[in-house]
């Protein structure tokens, strides 16, 4: 029994890492094909102020080793990326890859800490709806949650930081750098608390886990578990609570890093989301090509672990 | 003869309709007893309040107000309980001439109250299936799971081997080939008719005094219909469980019931023993069952190739009850001596034999009319 419902998670996991590879070649040509048909040459940004002629540009170029052609670059920079070099940063010289790693766990933290964050307060708030129905309680916090989540990003981390680092000087500016200090964790709730609040995710969180929480418990087979004496939660867990909430995760994890990009702005969090900002003004190339994979990659991660639970709890989807 | 297992007492379960602005009478007035041992099948159109008076006793009515009044008493291991009990303290029931006018209910605080009444009773004392077995069972749980959790449930059997034991033995009971293969599928994988053996399969394992058969054979194909009345009452003779049995369909109850109540517009409008309710040659009957029994297939009816004789005009909606007879509109009995009594006075239901009770005008029990 236990090793017959392995076989085809693992099939689907194995299928979806198919899909992810396949996917990340694509980003990996759009993004490149996109920063290559932008305005803009990194070398300019290099040289800029120094020397506008074209004739040093090019020396530049070849002392670099840049090859000519659009296709060329394309192919240097996937030779050297299937082997783990993911070239170094144009701006600082310094290798892309431990970089990357370094701020990723930056956004990572800030990603999934403000997830776990709306699901703490999306989750009691639709489950008491979908069981009790609209009552004034749970009412009151649902329009609470939707205005919160119709306030925009930016304007409302911009407000916490005014209140809670200016006027009441509770936090340090740079929570990020404040990491090595005491009690270095609760800075980092700030951002989260504004990410996790304000990026919209809430709001569509708590519709989606009520909208799908009262279909199911207005099922025939929820009816029968009450006729046979049985808890109502023990039936209706796997397909009215695990599948929406992994469902509305993997939906919602794009959005987030769209909303880590300005909180970490905002917050001077020394994160993804702001080392893209800058390499897309510097025109750093191999930066915005290493940035685009991993957080397509997180994003296929989150679509990965929806549907190998998909398909380990649903009996259907692993006989197709 | 003594108290029966379930004796229901003047219940009534209305809904209300915001499109309509009003109550709905599902279930209007309506008293039932079932004797241990019998089967006591109810039988009626869409819309009657069968179903809903099957669901109230069970406590599982979810819309509001529901149940507003009534008693239902449960006699079993030697103890009477009244699964509505304290109901009044939490409905008020505004009554004009006889009709309802308004209820205000704590439904909420009365759902609390009824899950406190109904612990230990649903599932352990009362049982039940449904119409639509496919999509009755947990489409994300096997079948053997489901019963093995029944029987741990309600039985003494609380460990998984033994339960798993016990659940083969019910799922080779109810006739499932090879119970040990099917104890690991998904109803997905199973026939109409597989899974409605399954569902009585789970609902008998918690070994429950009465069963509550809702619709067992609509939702399914007419020749498994057949082979689900089979069972039922292969299993009716082999365990004498005492069976509530609702359907629409009169050769389902004619079948399997001992004795059967008729319902009509909320009511109980006939009630006798099957025999005698449904004999061919009966002289007394009412008029709604008369009709209902007109619209079966006979051989007879098939050979001449007549037309099936459907009822005339449509199911009372409740929500308008006539102040005369229910049934008036469709009737085609009415005689001009009793015409005035069937538009302007609810009929009661009086006992035209012992034990055959009639609610029509055409048969004024003695004593009264």
Known sequence: MKLAAIRPVSRALARELAVTALLLLGVSVVVFAILYLAPGDPLNVLLEGQSPRSQLALGMREALGVPQTWYGQYAAWFGKMLQGNFGNSIRTGLPVLPELARVGVYTLTLTLGSLALTLLIAVPIAVHAAAHGGTAGNTAATLAAYVLSAVPVFWFGYIVVYVFIHQFGMFPLISGTAAKQEHAWLYFLVPIFVLGIASGTLSEMIRHLREELSRVLAEDYIRTARAKGAPVWRHAFKEGFLIPVTEIMSAKIPFLLGGAVIVEQVFNWPGMGRMAWQAAQDRDFPVIMGIALVAAAFVRLGNLLQRVVFTAVNPRASRE | ?369
């Open chain 2, 1 to 369: 003869m003594d108290a029966p297992l379930l004796a229901i007492e003047n219940l009534r379960t209305y809904f209300y309709s915001r499109a309509k602005r009003a109550f709905i009478r599902s279930v209007d007035g309506v008293s039932l007893g079932v004797t241990r041992g019998e089967t006591l099948g109810i039988v009626g159109e869409s819309g009657s309040g069968k179903s809903v008076t099957a669901l109230s006793a069970a406590g599982l009515v979810t819309a509001g107000p529901g149940v507003i009044s009534g008693r239902i008493h449960l006699n079993s291991n030697g103890a009477s309980r009244n699964l509505l009990d304290g109901l009044e303290k939490y409905a008020r029931v505004t009554e004009q001439d006889g009709r309802v006018v308004a209820v205000e209910k704590d439904e909420r605080g009365w759902r609390r109250r009824s899950e406190t009444l109904m612990a230990g009773v649903r599932g352990k004392e009362i049982a039940m299936i449904f119409q639509n077995p496919r999509s009755a069972l947990n489409p994300y749980s096997t079948i053997g799971k489901q019963l093995v959790e029944t029987i741990r449930l309600h039985t003494n059997l609380k460990r998984e081997s033994e339960a798993r034991e016990r659940a083969i033995h019910w799922l080779d009971r109810v006739r499932i080939d090879s119970p040990r293969l099917r104890f690991d599928n998904f109803p997905f994988g199973m026939s109409g008719g597989m899974c409605q053996r399954a569902m009585i399969a789970m609902a008998l394992s918690a070994e429950p005094s009465l069963l509550i058969a809702d619709e067992p054979t609509t939702g399914l194909d007419a020749t498994i219909q057949s082979r689900i009345v089979d069972l039922l009452a292969e299993l009716k003779a082999e365990t004498g469980i005492t069976t509530l049995l609702i359907s629409h369909d009169i050769s389902v109850i004619q079948r399997l019931s001992d004795r059967i109540a008729v319902m009509y517009g909320g009511t109980v409008v006939e009630t006798g023993r099957a025999a005698e309710v449904l004999a061919p040659e009966a002289k007394v009957r009412h008029p709604y069952t008369a009709a209902l029994l007109a619209s079966i297939p006979s051989a007879e009816t098939i050979r001449r190739k007549s037309y099936l004789q459907a009822i005339e005009g449509e199911v009372l909606d409740t929500i308008e009850v006539p102040r005369g007879c229910r049934f008036y509109g469709r009737c085609n009995r009415v005689t001009e001596a009793i015409r005035e009594n069937c538009a302007g006075l609810e009929p009661p239901l009086g006992e035209v034999a012992p034990g055959h009770k009639v609610r029509c005008w055409l048969y004024p029990s003695p004593g009264k009319a």
